[in-house]
């Protein structure tokens, strides 16, 4: 016999306000940056060794005896930085602005706008997203950290650009930097292309050459004026040589690297715990009449090997 059961479903006011913290880690951590294209370790608390395989020779005359070359099994240990993001809202400031209309009525409730709220966590995915853009390429944990002043956020992490310039780099594998514009892009992402070691040239497909946003315009201003397509009514491909060009919006102008894909390493603690994200309503702690938003991540930028 077939059996009718309903259930009474109450969703609880908190429920509606609250954007899904795996979402926001998501959207903020994962999506829309330079390392999203990186070699991702994730669940990492402090440390991570990483580790690489290589061989001597493989390949020998034929003989009764046994030859056989060395193999080399190397790691190197990556850490993550730890990192606070902090926010809070002040209800009669929202009672003062256009969202006092979405509001509930009444002073002790619920007060922060559903809608609003959404609109807030998305906002604050972006924000931090880019900073984390910018963190990926430019950190630098020797500037002097200062709430006052937006811009030294770079120095909670040290980034990929730091990390290269203080490894020792063979000679061959850096070029002379100079101001890159329409009329010599070519010329310098030529410098980069025949530094290309020969055993690379027949992977293109696992190469990924970085470019700062300068040199990627230049370039599209360089094709668009060379060729004879009409490239001011649409957008040429950035591609050089048969290799894609990716931009790397945090980078500095006139910077550009080329590597292995799986060189590029993002480290971070994420989705694993995704309560981390924490909203609170501090009229029920403190009595402060505000909303407090507040996260803790780890995240760390580094190369495997030159």
């Known amino acids: ?44 608390k402090e440390k991570e060794k990483i580790g690489s395989l290589s061989f001597g020779t493989l390949l020998y005359p034929a003989e009764c005896d046994y030859n056989g070359g060395d193999q080399t099994l190397d790691a190197k240990t990556m850490e993550v930085c730890k990192i606070q993001l902090g926010t809070d809202l002040c209800q009669y400031e929202l009672e003062t602005s256009f969202l006092a209309d979405w509001m509930k009525a009444g002073s002790n409730g619920d ?27 430019q950190g630098d944990s020797s500037i ?4 006052e002043d937006p811009s030294t956020y770079l120095a909670l992490c040290d980034g990929i650009l730091k ?27 030529t410098k980069v292309y025949v530094q290309i070691p020969k055993a690379l040239k027949t992977k293109r497909a696992d190469i990924k050459w970085f470019i700062a946003q300068n040199i990627a315009d230049a370039y599209l201003l360089a094709v668009a004026v060379q060729s004879s397509e009409v490239y001011t009514n649409k957008l040429a491909e950035l591609s050089f040589l048969g290799y894609t060009l990716t931009i790397g919006e945090g980078m500095p102008d006139n910077t550009m690297t080329l590597s292995l894909g ?7 603690d994420l989705v694993s715990d995704p309560s981390d994200l924490n909203v609170i309503d501090m009229s029920k702690t403190t009595g402060d009449k505000r909303i407090r938003v507040r996260s803790d991540f780890k995240v760390g930028f580094d190369f495997l090997k030159l």
């Not at 259930?7 to 999203?36: D, H, I």
């Not at 998305?122 to 853009?133: F, I, K, M, T, Y």
């Not at 990390?163 to 992402?189: F, H, M, R, W, Y």
Request: negative net charge.
């Open 1 to 44: 016999m077939a059996r009718e059961l309903r259930f009474g479903t109450t969703v609880a006011a908190n429920a509606l306000l609250e954007k899904n913290p795996k979402e926001f880690y998501t959207a903020a951590l994962l999506e829309n940056r330079s390392s999203a294209q990186f070699r991702q370790i994730l669940n990492v």
């Open 111 to 137: 007060w922060l706008p559903a809608d609003f709220a959404s609109f807030m966590f998305d906002e604050l995915g972006r924000n931090v997203s880019q900073q984390l853009e910018y963190l990926t390429w």
């Open 144 to 147: 002097v950290f200062d709430e």
């Open 163 to 189: 990390k290269l310039c203080s490894a020792s780099i063979p000679a061959a594998q850096t070029i002379t930097g100079t101001t890159v514009d329409g009329t010599n892009v070519v010329a310098e992402l």
């Open 262 to 268: 799986n060189n590029y390493v993002f480290l971070a």
